[in-house]
């Protein structure tokens, strides 16, 4: 039976939100595309009709998972963010995690195409996060400068913890000591319009 167009397409994009998640649970090279296209629901066949290869999959999971990423930084202020990020939840959810903190190490082997996936994916979230009140205080520079600042301490919190056995207490004690460090350095949030006009009223 012919398939549809959108139907091709629909089964194009389950296979890449598939193997974002488990290439973030297993890395890059721990997935081989029979089990991807089995996981997905589909026989291994089929994979060369969708992806000219394995390595444009990867490049295309990768914009997918962080476009996730950004999707939660752009619905909570920077501070629920980071409180969300650098936690024991997001640490020991690996698959449905950050695809920075998971597949950092992974993507300097890669050729271009997928390392410029990530470039693309980070500069989006930069964009993403200098919207927010919690950044936009200072000028652009400085703006972008603590924005890579607190992303690369969250995802160095995630990559260390991940590290530890999961049942050390040092894994909890690296969360911890990021996120409040983070925080702490990260200007108040600017009152609401409401909170402002009743300061105002007599």
Request: proline content about 5%; aromatic content about 4%; hydrophobic content about 40%.
């Amino acid at each position: 039976m012919k398939v549809s167009k959108a139907q091709a397409q629909a089964n194009r994009a389950h296979v890449v939100e598939t193997a974002s998640h488990l290439f973030r649970e297993r890395g890059f090279d721990g997935v081989g595309v029979a089990d991807l296209m089995a996981a997905a629901g589909f026989t291994h066949g089929g994979f060369y009709k969708q992806f000219g290869s394995k390595t444009d999959l990867i490049a295309e999971a990768t914009a997918c998972g962080i476009g996730q990423t950004i999707a939660l930084a752009g619905g909570a202020d920077p501070a629920e963010f980071v409180n969300q990020y650098v936690s024991r939840a997001h640490r020991d959810n690996r698959a449905d995690g950050c695809t920075m903190a998971a597949l950092g190490g992974d993507a300097a082997r890669q050729p271009d195409s997928v390392r410029t996936a990530f470039v693309d994916g980070i500069e989006s979230l930069v964009v993403g996060l200098s919207q927010q009140d919690g950044f936009s205080g200072a000028g652009p520079e400085q703006a972008r400068a603590k924005i890579l600042d607190v992303l690369t301490h969250a995802v160095g919190a995630i990559v260390m913890s991940r590290a530890c056995p999961d049942d050390s207490p040092l894994a909890d004690e690296i969360l911890a000591v990021c996120r409040a460090a983070i925080l702490s350095a990260m200007p108040p949030p600017k009152p609401s319009t409401a909170a402002r006009r009743q300061r105002r009223a007599p």
